[in-house]
């Protein structure tokens, strides 16, 4: 499973309009772009048609259309969605080019049922996303299986705190109105019930990767390594023992709770985590990271990129990831970069696969990559 292309606009006529031409996508992907292109927002908007297809939102955008593909189980499935003024415009799924749902503004519409063979007619309130309404695994597997896709998708921003001071109550941890990734002690948790101590090793491993010498992770009750935390529940949180060498016979074991890691540690720790999560359980995912390397040396900068292809390459995991760091652009290579240029509110994605000439004509002068953006040539 994997995105393959998109295009977007919003606030079509209206001073606000901003429009991301056709994108298309491979495994791995590095966005990248002068300050002010779009980056972030390129990212939302992937976040957001996820969430919608999820039903994470409901609905109720007050503008914006979406065209996008996605290849599922060797079919091609086109999604065409359109909001206005809170209400759904227009929606349309083909697959492999035979339309399986279409509904209109009023809310009429129709969907394919499998197990008949046949199209039935339907009708929705004019806010209500067709889409969400029909997870039927009998009637509708092509809804359920774009569905699923979409409710694999992680969103990281590398210029933000990563939620390292989201603890758990004890009694909260079997909450399941929490989606995968927004609580990273129950995300643990989770994933160790199933996976035991592979999973355990499996984040050292990585982190070890990373050049953070951890020797265990664990989730725990924070007062042991707080005794100031005068509560009297448990409070559960991400807690590792980092091992410390002095030489090469002496060395001390210090045991830190995510409230004491560095935010490079705890962001490198969170991202570890969510890729063994994924790759343990053999479900593709799609994983954006913004800013990626933000807040990390150079060193950690560039072993997570080398981490993030790893696991792409190997597994079902597809990366979008957005930089301006020359160190991350040089270490990833050209044909996994997507470069945006905008005038005005219109935002253009240039690939090597849309602008091949272009690329391989760069990669015989033999240059840095960071030349290659620098250069402008897309401008």
């Known amino acids: 499973m994997s995105l393959k292309r998109i295009s977007y606009f919003e606030y079509k006529d209206d001073p606000k309009y901003w429009e991301l031409k056709d994108c298309d996508f491979v495994s791995v992907n590095l966005v990248v772009g002068v300050n002010a292109t779009g980056k972030t927002r390129f990212l939302n908007v992937l976040n957001g048609i996820c969430n919608i297809l999820s039903a994470k939102i409901p609905g109720n955008f007050l503008s914006g259309t979406y065209d996008f593909d996605v290849l599922i189980d060797a079919e091609l499935y086109n999604m065409k969605i359109e909001f206005s003024d809170g209400l759904v415009v227009a929606e349309e799924l083909r697959v492999d080019g035979n339309v399986r749902l279409s509904r209109g503004k009023d809310g009429k519409g129709k969907i394919y049922y499998a197990k008949e063979d046949k199209t039935i007619d339907f009708q929705v309130a004019e806010n209500i996303v067709a889409f969400q309404q029909r997870r039927d695994t009998l009637q509708h597997p092509f809804i359920v299986k774009l569905a699923e896709w979409a409710d694999k998708c992680e969103l990281f921003s590398f210029s933000t705190a990563f939620g390292n001071t989201e603890v758990l109550a004890l009694n909260a941890l079997q909450t399941s109105n929490d989606p995968r990734g927004k609580n990273l002690v129950r995300s643990y948790v989770r994933a160790f019930e199933q996976f035991k101590h592979p999973f355990d090793k499996a984040i050292l491993r990585d982190m070890k990767r990373l050049n953070y010498n951890l020797v265990d992770v664990q989730v725990a009750d924070i007062r042991s390594v707080h005794p100031e935390i005068n509560v009297n529940e448990p409070l559960l949180g991400i807690c590792v023992t980092e091992r410390q060498t002095e030489n090469k016979k002496k060395f001390r074991d210090l045991k830190l709770s995510q409230l004491q890691m560095s935010q490079g540690m705890y962001r490198a720790l969170s991202l ?38 790893r696991h792409a390459e190997k597994s079902n995991h597809q990366v979008i990831m957005t930089s301006n760091d020359r160190f991350v652009m040089n270490r990833v290579p050209l044909h996994y970069w997507t470069i945006l240029s905008r005038k005005v509110g219109v935002v253009k994605a240039f690939t090597s696969r849309s602008h091949s000439k272009e690329f391989k004509d760069f990669e015989y002068m033999g240059l840095s990559n960071f030349d290659f953006f620098k250069s402008n040539k897309f401008q």
């Open 272 to 309: 570890v985590i969510h890729l063994n999560i994924a790759s343990m359980s053999n479900q593709p995912t799609l994983l954006l990271v913004d800013d990626i390397g933000e807040g990390l040396d150079y060193d950690r900068s560039t072993s997570i990129i080398d981490l993030l292809i």
